[in-house]
């Protein structure tokens, strides 16, 4: 059975840090693309940050840049996102995706096949 698991949320105030670590088993995402997505209640899903295969090339939304890095340990079948200067606005459910038949840079939550069951990431003012 192929799994994404994601650890690392909670509680955190304004200014604070978060790392969040995605763990895949039942198979392994080493080549292919991967990403971070979240919601917040009543929004879409969007896309967080995303990096490919080999890790060479990352995507990072505007409303992250330069807070968040994304990363990854092909060794240990995991993903990263170390989270930095959190913001209230960055409250969401956080979700690691994979897209099984693709190398390069995944940013449409439609293309990923598979899923993680979110982890909950709440910054306080």
């Known amino acids: 059975q192929v799994q994404l698991v994601e650890s690392g949320g909670g509680l955190v105030q304004a200014g604070g840090s978060l790392r969040l670590s995605c763990v895949a088993s039942?198979?392994?995402?080493?080549?292919?693309?991967m990403g971070w997505f979240r919601q917040a209640p009543g929004q879409e899903r969007e896309i967080v940050a995303a990096?490919?295969?080999?890790?060479?090339?990352?995507y990072y939304a505007d409303s992250v840049k330069g807070r968040f890095t994304i990363s990854r340990d092909n060794a240990k079948n995991t993903m990263y996102l170390q989270m930095n200067s959190l913001k209230p606005e960055d409250t969401a459910v956080y979700f690691c995706?994979?897209?099984?038949?693709?190398?390069?840079?995944?940013?449409?939550?439609?293309?990923?096949?598979?899923w993680g069951q979110g982890t909950q990431v709440t910054v306080s003012s």
């Open positions: 995706a994979a897209d099984s038949r693709n190398d390069g840079v995944v940013v449409d939550k439609d293309k990923c096949d598979y």
């Open positions: 039942g198979r392994t995402f080493s080549y292919n693309a």
């Open positions: 990096m490919t295969g080999d890790g060479t090339i990352r």
